[in-house]
């Protein structure tokens, strides 16, 4: 994080632990107003990635799951980047800025990311670099975040995926349970913007950003969660971050036969769960099939709950889900409960 910009987070009221932002103070309340009012949050937790030079489009096309080839500078797109078996290596959001592609993904996953796209580049007119450092990040989100920002900016995107430019400023509408939208600038633009909308909104940590994520259904790969799941597992189809009629790209042959004529079996849901700690990444789950308990799925992302448990997205054998109780790391662990998301998930190709 840039040392000015960390220096106004905390005039504003940030709490900083081993140089992270944590909180403003009151995480609970944090949280209660991420699903009931206006937030405005630093996104350095998420890194952002430049591929740049005259080939990085037709580079990035063979390379991801989504059409990278029909993206223009005034839409965004989710994508992904599969191993040679059709497994999620990463996934990101996308946009275009002045002629380079800008992936925005969890900060974890830019080294690994950077390396896969090096080893394949070959020679390809492209640059691959971590630009965190050049751009501030911050999302807004809530009930009147529409009219909030549009009183702010001179224009905002109207549509899911979006995106507006104006001067140094990238405004992305993107998915939320209310409206929500990720701002990109330098530190003058982004604390001019973040003065003006904390005077209505709060200020949160990361926690509650990643909360509205999560119920969005919005899932984030990680360390833990890496080459282990095809992205029709994570509902990249239902939330359009998967195209099938864009060509070859690593693991398209595997990702299309389960599209074509495979039978998913497992997939994504948002689900509940009371317990005393936080789910952990990766953390195994299980039915009640069988006496012993039979292990069903993993936790992908999960995040505290203001009632007081936890919400989680977590990939399940479907037929588990349909018909029997799941628990939290063993069978006789935390009972989750299958939420609601705001998308419809296909189960076939009809």
Not at 156 to 182: F, M, Q
Not at 187 to 210: N, Y
Request: hydrophobic share 35%.
């Amino acid at each position: 994080m840039q040392t000015d910009w960390q220096a106004f987070l905390v005039q504003n009221g940030a709490e900083f632990k081993d140089n992270r932002l944590v909180h403003f103070g009151n995480p609970e309340r944090e949280l209660r107003m991420a699903l009931g009012g206006d937030i405005i949050c630093d996104l350095s937790h998420y890194a952002l990635l430049a591929v740049s030079g005259t080939d990085n489009s037709r580079f990035l096309h063979s390379q991801f799951i989504n059409d990278i080839q029909s993206l223009d500078e005034n839409h965004s797109q989710l994508n992904g980047y599969c191993n040679p078996k059709g497994r999620f290596v990463a996934n990101f959001r996308v946009f275009k800025r002045d002629e380079t592609t800008y992936l925005r993904l969890p900060e974890e996953m830019v080294e690994p990311m950077t390396k896969k796209l090096n080893m394949y580049k070959l020679r390809s007119q492209v640059s691959i670099k971590n630009v965190s450092g050049s751009f501030v990040r911050i999302g807004f989100s809530g009930k009147t975040a529409d009219k909030k920002l549009a009183e702010a900016l001179d224009t905002i995107p109207a549509g899911i995926n979006e995106v507006r430019h104006c001067n140094n400023l990238t405004v992305i509408r993107v998915p939320g349970i209310t409206s929500s939208y990720e701002l990109y600038s330098d530190e003058t633009g982004i604390q001019a913007i973040w003065a003006r909308l904390d005077v209505d909104s709060a200020p949160v940590g990361a926690k509650a950003w990643k909360l509205i994520e999560i119920l969005a259904g919005i899932p984030h790969v990680t360390l833990p969660t890496s080459e282990k799941f095809v992205p029709q597992m994570l509902n990249y189809q239902a939330i359009d971050g998967l195209s099938l009629q864009k060509g070859c790209y690593p693991g398209q042959e595997i990702v299309a036969r389960m599209h074509y004529l495979g039978k998913l079996k497992k997939r994504m849901y948002l689900t509940r769960v009371k317990s005393d700690y936080l789910p952990a990444t990766n953390q195994d789950l299980y039915s009640n099939k069988q006496d012993t308990g039979s292990r069903t799925g993993n936790i992908i992302n999960a995040e505290r709950h203001p009632d007081g448990d936890y919400a989680a997205l977590a990939v399940i054998q479907i037929d588990d889900a349909q018909s029997t109780n799941i628990y939290l790391g063993d069978a006789g662990g935390p009972k989750l409960e299958i939420a609601e998301l705001p998308y419809t998930v296909k189960l076939s190709n009809d």
